[in-house]
């Protein structure tokens, strides 16, 4: 069993629409992030839930908005999709804080055309 | 990453030793973190250091701290070419009232040639 699902795993878009990724954790985990791979693999952290709860906004356009209706789920929504969206998206889960020891899906590459 | 740093490229022959460094900025991260990353899959934790300890040996992986100089490295011994793939240096920021975030490198990749 995959412990941090993905779906979709490709996402190709025009610009404007409004799309989702949706994430789900089998690990029993009490804190869920959304992390952005850009093309030169840079990565950096979106947003983290735990137990539900917004815990960590990073500077992200309004036009991103988690959605964690559980804390096994984080999904994440985008309104008007503009080209510099497209990335690789990673969720991610872990269970301590003070020891991150994440567990990643395996990313949603999403093309904005 | 923002303040954490690392060189983009690294080329090995198989069997050789890689070294790859970063350098971070937040004397106060509890942790450092050796993250491995294959192409098409994420993220997959390779070993980490207590910020108290200067070595870690984890069989072909050595980690050395260096908290004056603020600067971490990975050494992995006898190279193979199944050890290609991008690792990623990350220090452990605590947010106020928010917990700890982890900032990544920007990655380092390395190629093993056989």
């Known amino acids: 069993d995959t412990a941090v699902s993905q779906t979709p795993k490709y996402l190709v878009t025009q610009m404007g629409n409004d799309k989702s990724i949706k994430c789900e954790q089998n690990?029993?985990?009490?804190?869920m992030y959304w992390y952005k791979q850009d093309s030169k693999k840079f990565l950096k952290i979106m947003f983290s839930?735990?137990?539900?709860?917004?815990?960590i906004n990073e500077t992200v356009p309004n036009r991103f908005s988690p959605k964690s209706p559980d804390k096994a789920h984080l999904n994440l929504h985008i309104n008007s999709l503009e080209l510099g969206d497209s990335a690789v998206y990673f969720c991610a889960s872990s269970q301590e804080q003070g020891f991150e020891k994440l567990f990643f899906g395996s990313g949603t590459q999403l093309s904005v055309l | 990453g923002e303040d954490v740093e690392q060189s983009l490229f690294l080329s090995v022959r198989e069997g050789d030793s890689s070294v790859i460094n970063c350098t971070y900025t937040d004397s106060s991260s509890t942790y450092l973190y050796w993250y491995k990353q294959e192409p098409g899959a994420g993220l997959q934790l390779l070993t980490y250091?207590?910020?108290?300890?200067d070595m870690k040996q984890d069989q072909r992986l050595t980690v050395l701290l260096n908290k004056k100089d603020k600067h971490l490295s990975l050494r992995i011994a006898d190279t193979q070419t199944g050890d290609s793939a991008i690792y990623f240096c990350?220090?452990?920021?605590?947010?106020?009232?928010?917990?700890?975030?982890?900032?990544f490198g920007g990655g380092t990749r390395v190629l093993v040639k056989p």
């Open positions: 250091i207590f910020s108290n300890m």
């Open positions: 839930y735990n137990n539900k709860e917004l815990i």
């Open positions: 690990l029993g985990h009490d804190t």
């Open positions: 990350a220090e452990s920021r605590m947010i106020k009232a928010a917990g700890n975030k982890l900032t």
